[in-house]
Structures are given as C-alpha cells and as structure tokens.
C-alpha cells in the first residue's frame, strides 16, 4: 500500500541541479547530439529502415515546395505568380482535403534537412534527418527537464525511455508528421510550465502548440491537455501563457503555411471541414479479427493492450508505478502544495506530484482521445506517438519516488534495478534494428507469439530495407513486373528506383481496385511477373466468412525470396514468382475445378 510521498527538492535523488541558465542549452544540446550522432552510427552500421508507406507523400509536397521558392527568388514575374492564388495552391498542397490533408511542417523541415545534407547522407537519410533532430531537441529537452528535478539517474532513466522504447525510435527515423507532432506537444507543454514557475517567456508554449498543430491535425489536443492541467494544478500565473497563445498560435500556424496567406480564415475553414469529414478507413487485424472501422471498430481496450504488449516491460513497470503514485497523491492531497526553490532562491520549482500531474494529463489526453472509435487507429502505435513524449516522465518519477523511499543500502541495488530496465530495452531496440515497427515485448510472446494471438506483424513498408532492394537488382529477370500487395498507392519503389537504389527496368504496379483483376492476370501471363507482399494481416485476412482468403493462404506459402529476420521471427516480407502464385491458388480450389 502505498504511503504518502514527501516532496523532494531538485537534485535530492542525484546531484544538485545547476541554477537558471547554469550550461542549460549546453546541455540540451549534448544530449540532442549525442542522440543524432548515436542513430547516424546505427545506421551506417546496421542499415535504416525501408522507405515507409507515407514517406513518398512528402517528397511529392516538398517538390512543388521548392519549386516554389525557387519562383520567389527568381523574376519579379515569377515571385508575383508564386504569390497568386494559382501559385500557392499548386505550392502548398497542404491543410486541405484528401490526400493533402496534412499540415506544412513535417515536409518543410525535411526539405531543409535535404536540401542541406544529401550530399553526405544521401537522399532518404538526408530527408529523414529533421525528423531525427527534431526527436533529439526534445530528448535534451527532456533531460534537462528530468534532470534538475529529480538528479541524474532518473533523467538516464527518462532519456533510455524516449530513446529506447523500439516502435517510438523507429518513427523517429523516418520522415512523419507524429514523432514532429509529439516533440513540438512536449516542447509546448514544458514551455507551458516553466512559464508558470519562473514567469519567463509566456509566449514560447503558444509558439511551440501552434507548430504541434501544423504537423497533424491532432495537435489541437494539446491546448485542453495544457489547460486541464492549469484548472486542476493552478499553479501561479498560469493565465498568462493561455492568454499570449491565443494570439501567438494562429500567427504561428498562418506563418508557416503560405498557402493560408491570401485568406486565412477560409483556408483554416476549408481544412476543418475536410477533417471533419476525413474519409480515409484503415482496417485493423487486432486479436485475430480485422475491424474495418467502418461497421466494425476497435474495442476501446485496444489502446491498453497494444501499449502493454508493444513497449518494453521494464519501462512499463516504471511509467506505471509513476503514474499509480501520481492519482494517488491527487487523491490524498487536500491543500495545494508550495512551490519549491533551489538552493540559490531561483528559479521555482513546482512540487514534483504537481509536475507528474502534468505528465499523466499530457498521457492520459492522448491514450484517452485514441479510445474513441473514430479517432485513427491504424499503425500500431503511431497513432499514439505524442503520449510517449510524456511516458518517460512518468517513468522518471516512478524512479524518482523509488530512490527517494530507498535507504542508502538498498538504494546502489534499486539503481541497477533502474539501468538494467534501460539496458534491456536498449537491447531490444538495437537488437531488432531496422524492424522495430515489427516489436513485441515478452508478455506476448515477442513478433512470434503476436502473430499467434491474432496482432499485425508489420504495417508500413519498412521492411523493404536495402537487402530487399539489393536481392531484387541482383535476383529479378531484365524488364520484370513486380505487383505490389497489399495496396493501395505504394509509390516507395518509384522512388527508390528514381533515387538510383532500384533498377529503373523493373515496373512496380499497385493491385488496386481498379485494375486488380487486370494486374493480378499477370501472374498467368508469359512474361515475367513477381508479386512482393508485406505480411500486414488487417488488409489480407477475410474479414467474414465467405471472403476470398487467397492472399491470407499465399503469406505463409513457399516464396521465392523472404524476410523473415531470426531476431524478428516471423516473415515480414517475400516476394512469389509466378509458379508459387498458381500453385497457391490451386491449393485453394475444390480439387474439380482447378485448372489442369
């Protein structure tokens, strides 16, 4: 049972926290480099991921981007029509319907990053760069956070947290609007609280919300978790950054999207209504049923579940300890604490329940949002990604309360009880590098025993790492066709092909709808033709009885080449001549009616 936990002061579980502004970016900065310098090595050690599902969207926007910087820096003709209405819808093919519904961000800083490094990392390396160093600021961020409360090893703990949760990382190595969603949420919220202990820069949080918002539409939920968190805490001077973001926010978000310049309000108005009625459905295999989210939709402990099985337990066992203490203390606490000082009277610090308070809203806004049924659910945990900027705060705390409680004997054996959990999860992130799209922890019983249960076993194309490309160059005949499966609009093998890691003889075409039956033919016809499957079950498995199962008996089917990694332990991806197509659809005919 647990006891009422006595309010420490910064540093008491490790060394002293630095005064205001004492090396405070310098820190920031180390960690963040230290972070990016970590994932180049990892990459050009091991191999990144493959291009993902989503990926090949923003290099189409930042296309027309640059084409259209290139007009505002050329003629007074030129600049004058990139600023017409013309113009900037053909530039900014952003915050608007489908499939343009997402915001600016994402795309802009990737096209920095891209522009500037790919003559040393390469292109997809280089685009995906932002991503990785926009991750990295809010680990140092994180850190410093942790750190000057707590002490240092619960700020290791918070940082193995963010870093070594495998799914989280792997987002953060590639181009996607949650990991820059997720960051710039953390960074509000922290900017939202400093502003209410010191009173400094009560403007930064509305900046910082204002980009959540312009990486994905869901960014929006930052605003109710920040002020739920203000009327529960009310701490001091907590109106003021509310009041500075009201005009700063939309300033930020009109600023950074140029296609809203020559009308704001319609161009917000027009990107709410295509939001509202977002017509994009992703089926879901979940527990060995596929949900369609369409007339069937994922129960409501789906978010529980595949937290439970999809992040490493030790740091589960940390995070949820942290937060049992947090509604425990807001439970029992009757007066509302006093703020902290450090040792030299600046700057102030919140109680340490109140700050895990801020923490568990930010998490619990994000976990609860994506229990209800028309919120996206596809991708694992993608969808989830801003809650676990704030996962590893709790889990700090739990440290934190753990070390705290501990006499100094047994505190030496609760620290290495601390860094094993981060060595484990560090293991199972770098050990199932460039699949940790595909991780399951052991309380399913890894990839293994979540495909048994009925789990997806990967989702967004990623496993067509560079050995999938390099057996394809070396393996498949001059000018073969290579259907695509599952669909729809798999433009990653284009790119690819344009970028130079993929033969340009090879034709990849998509089994549509449209064109299915058509395509599919091609696996009877005389010239060569190859069918390369990503096992993502939810969009092959029969849905109800009567479905055409095909797909669902050709994945576990002899292939001509599979990925199916020792460390993973399942197949996540192979490729089936035309010989082991038939041949699997011959074993699904009555034995009257198959072809001779």
């Not at 003629?75 to 608007?96: D, H, I, N, Y």
């Not at 993608?382 to 705290?404: E, K, T, W």
């Not at 092959?540 to 050709?554: I, K, S």
Request: proline fraction near 8%.
């Amino acid at each position: 049972m647990l006891t009422h936990v006595k309010e420490s002061r910064p540093g008491e579980t490790g060394e002293p926290s630095q005064g205001r502004g004492a090396g405070a970016w310098r820190e920031v900065v180390a960690v963040a480099l230290g972070v990016i310098g970590f994932t180049l090595l990892l990459w050009f050690a091991r191999g990144e991921l493959g291009m993902t599902w989503d990926e090949p969207y923003f290099f189409e926007r930042q296309h027309d981007m640059r084409r259209w910087f290139a007009q505002v820096a050329g003629t007074p003709a030129e600049r004058a029509q990139a600023f017409s209405v013309p113009g900037l819808e053909r530039g900014w093919r952003v915050c608007r319907e489908v499939p343009d519904q997402h915001p600016p961000v994402p795309p802009l800083l990737s096209l920095a990053t891209g522009l500037t490094f790919e003559w040393l990392l390469g292109p997809l390396r280089a685009y995906r760069l932002s991503t990785l160093i926009v991750f990295a600021i809010a680990a140092g961020v994180l850190f410093r956070f942790v750190r000057m409360r707590w002490g240092s090893t619960p700020a290791v703990i918070a940082l193995g947290a963010l870093v070594f949760n495998p799914r989280l990382f792997a987002d953060a190595q590639q181009i996607t609007a949650d990991v820059d969603l997720g960051a710039f949420w953390f960074l509000a919220a922290v900017a939202f609280l400093r502003t209410c202990e010191t009173g400094r820069l009560p403007w930064l949080s509305g900046l910082f919300a204002g980009l959540a918002i312009m990486c994905k539409a869901t960014g929006v939920l930052v605003l109710p978790a920040m002020l739920l968190w203000a009327i529960l805490s009310r701490p001091k001077g907590w109106w003021r950054p509310i009041v500075w973001a009201v005009p700063v926010l939309p300033v930020t978000m009109i600023a950074v999207n140029p296609g809203w310049w020559l009308g704001p309000v319609p161009g917000m108005a027009r990107w709410v209504r295509a939001f509202l009625a977002y017509p994009q459905k992703v089926p879901v295999y979940y527990l060995g049923q596929v949900y369609d989210s369409v007339r069937t939709f994922l129960p409501w402990h789906n978010t529980l579940v595949l937290t439970a099985v999809m992040v490493p337990i030790g740091l589960l066992v940390l995070a949820g300890f942290g937060l049992i203490v947090v509604g425990w203390e807001t439970a029992r606490r009757k007066n509302r604490p006093s703020e902290i000082l450090d040792a030299n009277g600046h700057p102030r610090f919140l109680p340490d329940s109140t700050v895990a308070a801020w923490a568990a809203i930010n998490f619990l806004t994000m976990m609860g949002m994506r229990i209800l049924h028309f919120m996206p659910a596809h991708d694992g945990l993608r969808q989830l990604v801003p809650a676990f900027f704030f996962f590893p705060v709790l889990a700090a705390y739990g440290a934190s309360i753990l070390l705290r409680l501990a006499n100094r004997p047994r505190r030496c054996l609760i620290q290495a009880g601390l860094f094993a959990c981060v060595v484990a999860s560090a293991w199972s992130t770098l050990s199932i590098h460039p699949y940790e799209l595909s991780y399951y922890n052991a309380c399913i019983g890894g990839a293994k025993g979540a495909k048994a249960a009925g789990m997806e076993s990967t989702y967004f194309w990623d496993s067509a790492t560079v050995d999938v490309l390099d057996w394809m160059n070396a393996h498949l005949p001059p000018k073969a066709t290579v259907l695509i499966f599952p669909p729809p609009n798999i433009h990653t093998f284009d790119w690819e092909q344009r970028w130079g890691r993929l033969r340009t003889d090879l034709t990849f075409l998509n089994l549509d709808a449209p064109d299915f039956n058509e395509r599919l033919a091609l696996m009877y016809g005389p010239a060569p033709c190859y069918l390369i499957f990503q096992m993502r079950q939810g969009l092959y498995q029969p849905r109800q009885p009567g479905d055409l199962d095909l797909f669902a008996r050709l994945a576990d089917s002899p292939a001509l080449f599979q990925l199916a990694p020792a460390r993973v332990g399942v197949r996540l991806l192979a490729i089936f001549d035309q010989d082991q197509f038939r041949s699997a659809v011959e074993a699904g005919q009555p034995r009257e009616s198959r072809s001779p």
